[in-house]
């Protein structure tokens, strides 16, 4: 099974300053890694996903995040961050099976909430 | 257009009533799923359905039934309510069974 831990509940953070997410997950299988945002009072919407190549991944609205396996982490960051950040963060991650393709069941980590102040 | 629609948006009703959640998607995707969000802002899925066919059914009591009458619709209903089943209730689709996963709004249930 896989599950995965968001170390921070809360990150306050000023207009402009860079900010960094952490997810950390834990499978005995290979995982896709996904992060999602979820503004107030909306569904869930992709930011970005790792799936090979590049270990550094850049998504949307300025975010990028970095896989590094001998950590099991995949950290997100953005380095100077928007009123309009403000929201809820997901780490996700999916098991592949073993012909390449993701198991599709995705396992969330507990949430981030990113608060910009002005 | 919206690609991943649900309805209602927010749901209140008594324990021991009977309610549905509506899903539809418009994306031509063939696999559904069906997400809980508790309070504490976990999301863990309940079901999916892969062209019609239930693919995955997590340990979810049986009081929760998934009923998909054609690939665009999946549809979650909930018999005997209690207190317990007060969250918020997200759909999403994928093109195919393992591809990106696109969420719908939510819909709120809260019972009391």
């Known amino acids: 099974a896989q599950s995965v831990t968001q170390l921070d509940s809360q990150v306050p953070v000023f207009e402009e300053a860079p900010v960094e997410l952490r997810c950390n997950y834990s499978?005995?299988?290979?995982?896709?890694l996904f992060w999602y945002v979820q503004y107030p009072n909306q569904g869930l919407q992709l930011l970005l996903k790792?799936?090979?190549?590049?270990?550094l991944v850049k998504g949307i609205n300025g975010f990028e995040a970095e896989f590094n396996k001998s950590q099991t982490s995949f950290h997100l960051r953005k380095p100077s961050v928007h009123i309009s950040d403000t929201a809820e963060y997901f780490c996700?991650?999916?098991?592949?099976?073993?012909?390449?393709?993701?198991?599709?069941?995705?396992?969330f980590g507990q949430g981030t909430i990113l608060t910009v102040h002005p | 257009d919206t690609a991943v629609s649900q309805t209602p948006k927010y749901l209140v009703t008594q324990m021991g009533n009977d309610k549905s959640i509506k899903c539809e998607q418009n994306?031509?995707?063939?696999?559904m799923y069906w997400y809980k969000q508790d309070s504490k802002k976990f999301l863990k899925i309940m079901f999916s359905?892969?062209?019609?066919?239930?693919?995955i059914n997590e340990t979810v009591p049986n009081r929760f039934s998934p009923k998909s009458p054609d690939k665009a619709h999946l549809n979650l209903h909930i018999n005997s309510l209690e207190l317990g089943d007060s969250a918020v209730y997200f759909c999403?689709?994928?093109?195919?069974?393992?591809?990106?996963?696109?969420f719908g709004p939510g819909t709120r249930l809260t019972v009391t």
């Open positions: 999403a689709s994928s093109q195919k069974w393992g591809y990106q996963q696109y």
């Open positions: 996700a991650v999916s098991r592949i099976n073993a012909g390449g393709t993701s198991y599709g069941k995705l396992t």
């Open positions: 359905y892969n062209n019609k066919e239930l693919i």
């Open positions: 499978s005995s299988v290979s995982v896709y």
């Open positions: 790792y799936l090979s190549g590049s270990t």
């Open positions: 994306l031509g995707h063939d696999t």
